[in-house]
């Protein structure tokens, strides 16, 4: 009998019960909840009666909505000026104070965004299955935790039944070997996967990211790369355990007592896929060849290397391909043949699940310390990805070398990757950003966005426009993810 | 849930692969606490020639006349014929409630997104994939007959066209269970509460560290 992979293991796992009809229920140990896709869940249960099943599983904070400039969170959530984007992070605090759930409120410092928050805080642990209604629920799978994002009925189900009414997935691997180019990072790496697979090549599979390169990442590095999983289509993103991985966890508010910890550890180091496991589809590619991504259109698999240029539609595989990158040129205001160095930006945006840990930051600051904003970039900010992402970046002087170069430097949330609260592109305006979706009006309506790596984007922001951070004079004080 | 036992349902063509959630629904109308409401701002990039605002009198926006469901021909569509990858990015719900607000009550596309597919079905939305030329087939028979209707019969996982020719239909026999009677499924697992209860017990002794009232 072939070998399990560790998708298999983290299913057998959880596994309550299963039908002949290929459903099975599967228990969930955390679920992460925030103010966007909780409310209708929550009144479900009021409605019908019903509680949560187990208090001690979830943990919630307001990341989406909240206002990121000091003056405006500083008033707490009356510092919100948008009255419904209010209403909606006071219905999750009356929510978790109804229902007792711990909730990290707007002004508490480990408030942040949910998939910074989780794994900071050890909440995220090895073995788990991690829900929340969020598709970058992903994220946690770099701690080889079976997590995905649900929908609002399944936040429900999960809140009252602890168990999710799944479907197993098929088993994919992408395995990247060698080692990686000065510059080039974890986000380089998912991008140039993406393009590779495109936006529906993970459907209906768990990829699991394995390879030398993959090992020798951080976490932050891990987290980015299987955040992005489901723009390859891919609900569920996967890394093995290794000592990384333990390293991380130890001594975090939420990890295992120093009594369990050994045994924890034991259990972990199981959590890696057999060597004869099968995988239904395996990926290869080779971190050498890898160079700085820039998405050009309107979909994360529209992207290229910095030194390459736009695409020509009329080289497409088929029409419908040829119609949708049309249809992105002229939203995207770009031709075909231009070169990616030579578009010009307007704001750049530094955050996200994505790309908003401490990592993150010290690679955009390595850029751009010394350096200066160029004129025409209107805004460049940096929105670290949680109060503790922030205070550790200001004991490091993060936030200096940022302010002195020109960028704004932000209090913690979603922000600008999705612009649900007053953080946002306007019509025609073209963003440099360390997100993750550039679908068209993401960052604001008839906005523009680019994905790039923090180091990019810095970069980006210096110049103006995109520029290859290899070029940069000082090259050698970039670091890899490592 | 509500139930889908079979329908005969106007179609509208959305000639467009990888549609995104964010296109389907906005982020700036995913403020609301409420689960309805969100129909007249469902392709709200697409369907109105303004930005779209929460709270707004939808009648008195300027609508874009290119976009297809605002052609009168496909006035009162409730079956949407798609392109593949539908569904595609965030986990939003809010995606299938502006589907089932507006009326459309079966999507047919090539493929769809996971997660877009669960929510889907948790609102009694039917999603039909067939073969890349079937759906073509059908985007040519819907763009050349006005009032072009699908019969769709869940039961038979059939869909007839109006000239009399039956496609059938994969549907995942407990996804088809539900929908056919409509069910609870929250009601559906609590009535598993022992067994949950049993691999819960067995789960806190092998690993008690996930546990943290223990």
């Not at chain 1, 998708?7 to 909840?33: E, F, N, P």
């Not at chain 1, 936040?155 to 691997?173: D, G, R, Y």
């Not at chain 1, 309107?298 to 049309?326: C, F, L, Q, Y």
Request: charged share 25%; aromatic share 6%.
């Amino acid at each position: 009998m072939a070998g399990q992979t560790l998708y298999d293991k983290l299913w057998t796992q959880h596994l309550v019960t299963s039908r002949d009809d290929g459903s099975a229920l599967i228990y969930i140990d955390r679920h992460l909840l925030h103010e966007v896709t909780s409310p209708q869940a929550f009144e479900g249960l009021r409605l019908a009666g019903r509680k949560p099943w187990r208090r001690d599983a979830n943990l919630a904070t307001p990341d989406h909505n909240v206002p990121t400039t000091l003056k405006e969170r500083s008033a707490g959530n009356a510092g919100i000026l948008d009255d419904v984007s209010r209403i909606q992070v006071e219905t999750l605090d009356a929510n978790c104070e109804s229902f007792d759930i711990e909730e990290f409120r707007i002004n508490d410092e480990r408030q942040g965004i949910v998939h910074v928050v989780g794994p900071e805080q050890g909440a995220t642990l090895p073995g788990m299955t991690v829900v929340c209604g969020d598709s970058h629920t992903a994220t946690h799978g770099a701690f080889a935790a079976l997590s995905h994002g649900i929908g609002t009925s399944e936040v429900e189900h999960v809140l009252a039944t602890q168990c999710l009414i799944a479907q197993k997935m098929k088993n994919m691997q992408v395995r990247v070997e060698g080692q990686l180019g000065l510059g080039v990072t974890a986000k380089d790496i998912v991008l140039a996967v993406i393009g590779r697979i495109g936006t529906a090549g993970g459907t209906g599979y768990a990829i699991e990211f394995a390879g030398s390169a993959l090992r020798d990442l951080s976490m932050e590095g891990r987290m980015t790369i299987c955040n992005m999983a489901i723009e390859a289509g891919a609900r569920v993103g996967l890394v093995a355990v290794d000592d990384t991985t333990i390293e991380y966890l130890r001594g975090r508010p939420y990890a295992p007592s120093a009594e369990q910890w050994p045994a924890a550890v034991d259990a972990w180091c199981e959590l890696v896929s057999d060597d004869d496991a099968h995988f239904d589809k395996v990926v290869e590619l080779d971190a050498a060849e890898i160079e700085p991504q820039v998405t050009w259109g309107t979909s994360p698999e529209m992207v290229v290397n910095v030194s390459a240029t736009v695409p020509d539609p009329a080289e497409a595989d088929d029409e419908t391909v040829a119609r949708g990158m049309t249809r992105a040129l002229e939203y995207m205001g770009l031709e075909a043949g231009q070169k990616m160095t030579d578009i010009q930006l307007d704001k750049v945006f530094i955050g996200s699940c994505t790309n908003s840990r401490i990592e993150d930051l010290r690679e955009a600051a390595k850029v751009a310390q010394g350096r200066k904003v160029a004129d025409n970039i209107q805004l460049a900010m940096v929105v670290p990805g949680s109060g503790l992402v922030k205070r550790l970046a200001e004991a490091e002087g993060l936030d200096k070398i940022f302010v002195e170069a020109g960028f704004e430097w932000r209090e913690p949330g979603c922000s600008m990757c999705l612009a649900m609260n007053a953080d946002k592109l306007g019509a025609g305006e073209r963003c440099a950003s360390t997100s993750n979706r550039n679908f068209e009006g993401r960052q604001g309506y008839g906005g523009r966005t680019h994905l790039v790596s923090p180091a990019m984007a810095a970069a980006a922001a210096i110049e103006g426009r995109f520029v290859d951070v290899r070029d940069y004079d000082d090259a050698s004080a970039l670091t890899k993810s490592a | 849930m509500k139930k889908f036992e079979r329908l005969n349902g106007l179609v509208a063509p959305l000639d467009r692969a990888n549609v995104d959630t964010d296109l389907i629904i906005p982020k700036q109308f995913l403020k609301s606490i409420k689960r309805t409401g969100f129909g007249p701002n469902l392709f709200d990039e697409l369907r109105y020639l303004d930005e779209g605002f929460p709270g707004q009198d939808a009648s008195s926006r300027p609508l874009n006349p290119d976009f297809v469901l605002n052609q009168s021909r496909y006035q009162g569509a409730q079956v949407l014929l798609a392109r593949r990858n539908f569904g595609c990015g965030s986990s939003r719900e809010h995606a299938p409630w502006a589907l089932d607000d507006f009326g459309f009550r079966v999507v047919i596309a090539p493929s769809f997104a996971d997660i877009f597919y669960n929510n889907s079905f948790k609102n009694g939305i039917l999603l039909i994939t067939l073969d890349e030329a079937t759906v073509e087939r059908l985007f040519q028979e819907t763009e050349a007959n006005e009032g072009y209707r699908l019969d769709i019969d869940l039961e038979a996982q059939t869909i007839t066209t109006p000239s009399g020719e039956v496609i059938a239909f994969e549907a995942d026999p407990f996804r088809k269970h539900c929908l056919l009677e409509g069910l609870d499924d929250i009601g559906l697992t609590l009535e598993q509460s022992g067994a949950i209860r049993d691999f819960e017990s067995r789960h806190r002794a092998a690993q008690p560290w996930l546990f943290r009232d223990a």
